[in-house]
């Protein structure tokens, strides 16, 4: 399979389905999440159930304490009537009922709120760390063409949207369903009429709940991915602001905010719109329904069918109802925003490679003895034009491979297909008489240094980005360092070794990146060096020094080097010259001096002579 990467985007904008569902599928994945807490979880729900319990005993009560002043007779149920029935004044014992009450709502929703909000973090952990990790198994071909800024949008403003799914909509969903669950067997057995009259018109919310849900997706997926793209521009004006200024574009990059920034305002304006139509119509029909109690509780209550206090209770429990109505309509807002960070988080979790190890791919023994590339073809994905036309070479341990050619020739292409980030259309990569795919991907890339020809620093120390992922001692590092030839430079440094280098490596100039980025590869003590224009920030004298360090210090390791400046493979054992693709000439720097073709052409406009 070639690895170019996944075809669809699933946390690309042009990638929403604008198909209305009430509740997406997405949203409930994140159950196996939390029933990997099941103690949390029951907890949660016992927890938030009781505390609802008791969040409507008082009203109760107060029924009961009602019809006691109205009419002298203790009521309740038992054990209550007998503990009553004991004491001198039944009115207090109806007031630490009360009190007791809310003293268990107390101590039951502290309960339920640490339980959820806990498994809310915990399942916000772990998605992330879910996304993270399919996020960095995915071949480096993949980022070739995604947004840096959509992809941190999900890791952290969408995951932590599903914390608020999970700690928030979790509890409210309880305390709906328990609170009503309650209300209804309560006010069935008081009158099952009135509570005909009260639940009867609820039933209206069930097709405004569709309509709104259905309505308001759409929107909110949108300003999920508007999120993105705000995050994206932003990274890329904060990263490039040398060149914003430079060219003095902070207008142009001001509007191209404004454009993104106004797309997520309109989608939030219209969702608004939409949730501000929801909640009012949830409140006419709580209206009708609590009206209606009213006139027929009264009604009720004349003929005795209930007592005083019954239609007290009944008044104060439907009151209660109110808050659950209004939770259900942001409820239901919450759920549409979860959905669709859900769609965006488990787009990143569902992730596959498709450079992978091979089933029987067995672990690289002994380092890169020899590396060869065979008839090898390759055409980068969404384009019809070969970048590699047939090259074959082969670079033994202790050999020095140089690589040059115009931009565009597909050098670095080259060191690509040995990394595994991309296989070749045709032909083989083989390594130690093997084909590369026969070794596992970490081993093989345990046994190469990589020097990229735009040096990459991680935010941190200097010591803490030559050692990054290593076990090194400190003499390893100095070591390392001085064959990079940074050593020096480093001393010099206000802290040495501990001296931040800034993001990216902002701090250091280019020369010094690329030597700390050396340094990071030469301490792997790797089989085989890649350098990628490694040297094209140092200046001559620098680089002589350097390569004369790595010469010296691994004998039997391995080297190629892409180069658009020839003095830094003029020693190597054999250079390709390649155009468009194919290796047009081949042989040491003598050699291709004589023949007076590509690479002539170009040593004599680099050194203005023909000089060996």
Do not use: C
């Not at 009429?193 to 405004?208: D, N, R």
């Not at 074959?392 to 931009?407: C, D, P, R």
């Amino acid at each position: 399979m070639r690895g170019h990467g996944s075809g669809q985007d699933l946390m690309a904008p042009s990638d929403i389905n604008d198909k209305a569902t009430v509740l997406g599928r997405q949203l409930w994945r994140v159950i196996p999440y939390a029933t990997a807490y099941r103690g949390r979880l029951m907890t949660g729900f016992v927890a938030n159930g009781a505390a609802r319990a008791a969040d409507l005993l008082p009203f109760i009560v107060i029924g009961w304490a009602v019809d006691y002043f109205t009419g002298g007779t203790v009521v309740g149920m038992w054990p209550f009537t007998t503990v009553l029935e004991g004491v001198e004044s039944p009115a207090i014992g109806y007031g630490v009922l009360i009190f007791l009450s809310f003293t268990l709502l107390a101590v039951f929703q502290g309960i339920s709120e640490y339980s959820w909000q806990t498994l809310g973090y915990k399942i916000q952990h772990d998605l992330r760390m879910d996304a993270t990790k399919s996020l960095i198994a995915m071949e480096a071909s993949y980022y070739d063409l995604r947004q840096t800024g959509q992809i941190m949008s999900v890791l952290s403003s969408d995951v932590n949207q599903l914390e608020d799914v999970v700690s928030d909509s979790s509890t409210s969903i309880i305390r709906i369903v328990v609170t009503f669950g309650f209300a209804l067997v309560i006010l069935l057995s008081m009158s099952w009429k009135l509570a005909v009259v009260v639940f009867g018109p609820l039933t209206l919310i069930v097709p405004l709940v569709y309509w709104f849900s259905t309505r308001v997706a759409r929107r909110y997926r949108k300003q999920r991915e508007s999120t993105g793209g705000i995050t994206s521009v932003l990274e890329n004006l904060i990263s490039g602001i040398a060149v914003v200024q430079a060219y003095n574009a902070q207008s142009w990059e001001a509007r191209r905010v404004e454009r993104e920034s106004g797309d997520y305002r309109d989608q939030a304006i219209g969702a608004s719109g939409d949730r501000n139509r929801f909640i009012p119509g949830i409140y006419s029909i709580a209206g009708i329904a609590f009206g209606m109690l009213v006139t027929a509780g009264g009604w009720l209550a004349q003929q005795g069918e209930i007592s005083t206090g019954e239609l007290v209770t009944f008044l104060l429990i439907s009151t209660r109802l109110t808050m659950p109505l209004f939770i259900f309509g942001m409820l239901v807002n919450q759920l549409q925003r979860g959905e669709a960070a859900a769609r965006r988080v488990f787009a990143a979790v569902d992730l596959k490679p498709t450079i992978t190890d091979a089933p029987d791919a067995v672990p690289l023994q002994g380092g890169i003895a020899r590396l060869e590339f065979k008839d090898v073809s390759f055409t980068y994905p969404g384009t019809n034009t070969p970048v590699l036309s047939r090259i074959s070479f082969v670079v033994e341990a202790g050999s020095f491979l140089g690589v040059m050619g115009h931009t565009g020739a597909g050098k670095t292409t080259i060191l690509k297909l040995i990394m595994r980030y991309y296989t070749p259309d045709e032909g083989e990569v083989l390594l130690n008489g093997q084909p590369l795919q026969a070794y596992t991907l970490e081993s093989v890339r345990e046994a190469i240094g990589f020097v990229s020809q735009e040096p990459f620093l991680f935010h941190g120390t200097v010591e803490e980005n030559v050692r990054y992922n290593l076990s090194a001692d400190d003499d390893a590092i100095e070591d390392a360092l001085k064959t990079a030839g940074a050593w020096d430079f480093v001393q010099d440094l206000e802290a040495g070794l501990a001296t931040m280098v800034g993001d990216r490596g902002s701090m250091l100039s280019g020369g010094q990146r690329a030597r700390i980025s050396l340094a990071r590869a030469v301490l792997k003590r790797p089989s085989l060096l890649i350098l990628d224009e490694a040297s094209s920030a140092l200046d001559a004298e620098t680089e002589r020094r350097i390569q004369e360090n790595l010469l010296a210090s691994g004998n039997d390791r391995a080297t190629i080097a892409v180069a658009h400046r020839l003095s830094t493979i003029r020693n190597a054992d054999e250079i390709l010259a390649m155009v468009d693709g194919a290796v047009v000439e081949r042989g040491r720097h003598e050699d291709l001096i004589d023949v007076g073709g590509v690479y002539a052409s170009q040593w004599t406009i680099q050194t203005g002579d023909m000089g060996r």
